[in-house]
């Protein structure tokens, strides 16, 4: 039996979930900052204790993460510097990223999907797929009605401004590609004797899975549309591309996974942080790794996880870097001995002089965390203050304690991007 | 920004008359310092966690401001937070 796919994705998302919040902010253009110098963290901004009018901000290093209809109508793009955007739209209204308020609205619409189909899979923060082949019925037309149903109940539990656009088809690529294919507020159904023709229709630009360096390549080729992207044969595509050629190939003729993934343990817990002016000092540096290292770990210790693998990348200001990546001879636990870790391995390749724009730090090779069995005094010391730093944690929320050594730094929140801060 | 628009961030005690209609609680008037505002709508309540402690965000509306208001579950306190007038 074929399945049937539903492709949800919100319309503008965090830019309509603001104009749902603020009625005066609909019919306007503008657009939603990520964190960046003089932008504020919307949380502590409301619980500090001064006024802060939004016309002081800068939003520099800020990009746009949405803009809203009317500010792409403008030409405004999402993940253009906000400087760029307000030259392209200089009417645009800034408003600074509210993470809490996306991910609750995110949370209800995952409950939706959940209250409908089969099953769910969400695909980030703003778009999800769900089998509704028993839930249908295994016909098109009682998933086009479940789909109505599902687009009532978001209107009446996230507002009626936040919109959806839907796809129907049998599996998840043509189910994305359908629903890229309406917007805003659209609904379109790819039924399988409709699939090939539908395909052909599509610019290669929307396929997911075909970026913008793969359609470069593929041009190359001589491919330009999928019409002459189905004339490269099988053979050629695998040479190319190896084995993504397969998909490639398949994605040309609407063929794809119908196999909606269930949610797993992750394989591995990072933070990376883009900072608002450049680190100049290996203490400013060692410092903010340290801070990350102790997010990381937190998550980590949540999850019931240890690491056995640290990797990490820094970037300078010109937007060169490196990487590493490096097993552990014991399992780290701590934020302080994955910093140390790293630092050991950064602190030669490092070239201060150049100013660092971002670091990011990643544990894997995750296992879980057994008991504190150590003969050592020392180490069992350690793990039970951690634990109870983790219930400081819990109780009064992240920022609850901090190390001495990372006091001079500060995080806000992060707007884009697959998970939100608040929630990890 | 625009220039006629006034949007401020802050963190101001205020009353709030609430109605209870089943389990939700409907934010119907503040009063802000000395003013006093009737809301005509509630256009979005959002929910977030510090800790253990729940804390809820109204975003509401009368006909010429947005307001967004923030209840504090442990302490029953009411916060003014956000205002936007255009």
Redesign the interface.
């Known amino acids: 039996m074929n399945r049937i796919i539903l492709h949800l994705d919100f319309n503008s998302y965090f830019a309509s ?1 603001e104009q ?6 609909r019919g306007l253009p503008i657009a939603v900052a990520g964190k960046g110098r003089h932008s ?1 963290d ?2 502590m ?11 002081q901000l800068q939003f520099q290093r800020s990009v746009v993460t949405t803009a809203s209809r009317e500010a792409k109508k403008r030409g405004v793009k999402t993940a253009m510097g906000t400087w760029q955007a307000r030259k392209v739209c200089p ?1 645009m ?2 408003i600074p990223g509210d993470p ?2 996306y991910g ?2 995110t949370a209800r619409f995952m409950k939706i999907l959940r209250k409908y189909g089969d099953a769910v899979q969400q695909f980030s923060t703003d778009e999800a797929f769900a089998d509704v082949t028993c839930a249908s019925g295994g016909d098109y037309m009682g998933a086009v009605i479940l789909a109505q149903q599902i687009r009532a109940d978001i209107a009446e539990e ?2 009626e401004y936040c919109t959806v656009s839907i796809g129907i088809a049998s599996n998840k690529f043509l189910a994305k590609l359908a629903s890229e294919s309406k917007k805003p507020n659209g609904l379109t159904c790819v039924q399988p004797h409709e699939a090939e023709d539908f395909v052909l229709t599509r610019p290669l630009a929307d396929f997911c899975g075909i970026g913008h360096r793969i359609e470069k390549h593929l041009e190359k080729l001589g491919a330009t549309s999928v019409a002459t992207l189905r004339r490269l044969p099988l053979p050629l595509l695998l040479s190319e591309f190896k084995s993504y050629g397969y998909f490639i190939y398949n994605a040309a003729r609407g063929l794809g996974s119908d196999e909606l993934l269930p949610d797993e343990d992750p394989k591995s817990v990072g933070n990376s942080y883009t900072f608002p002016h450049d680190l100049k000092s290996s203490e400013e540096i060692y410092q903010n790794l340290l801070a990350l290292a102790d997010r990381v770990a937190w998550r980590m210790r949540k999850q019931n996880f240890v690491a056995t693998h640290i990797s990490g990348y820094i970037r300078y200001s010109d937007f060169g870097g490196y990487g590493f990546h490096r097993r552990c001879k014991d399992p780290l636990i701590d934020g302080l001995e994955i910093a140390n870790t790293a630092w050991k391995v950064m602190e030669e390749k490092i070239d201060i002089a150049q100013g660092v724009r971002l670091i990011g730090i990643s544990a894997s090779g995750l296992l879980p965390i057994g008991g504190s069995n150590s003969l050592f005094e020392k180490d069992r010391r350690k793990a039970r203050a951690l634990q109870a730093l983790d219930k400081v ?5 992240s920022g ?1 304690w901090q190390r001495a050594g990372t006091m001079k730094t500060s995080f806000k929140e992060r707007v884009s991007g697959w998970h939100y801060d ?1 929630e990890s | ?2 220039p006629l ?7 101001d005690p205020i009353d709030v008359s609430v109605d209870f209609t089943g389990r939700r609680i409907r934010p119907k008037r503040v009063r802000w310092g000395t003013k006093v505002y009737d809301i005509e ?1 509630v ?2 309540v ?8 729940r804390i809820f ?1 109204f ?1 509401v ?1 009368d006909t010429a401001n ?1 307001m ?1 208001l ?1 209840l504090d579950t442990e302490t029953l306190e009411w ?1 003014l ?2 205002v ?1 007038a ?1």
Do not use: W
């Open positions: 979930v749902q919040a603020n009625p005066f902010l504020i919307v949380a901004a409301h619980r500090g204790s001064k006024s802060i009018a939004i016309d009417e209204l800034v809490q308020k609750d609205v996230c507002g944690t819990d109780k009064y929320g609850a608040h | 920004m625009h628009v006034m949007h401020e961030f802050m963190n709508k256009n979005l959002h929910g977030a966690r510090e800790g253990q402690k965000y975003s509306s947005f967004k923030r916060r937070v956000e936007y255009p």
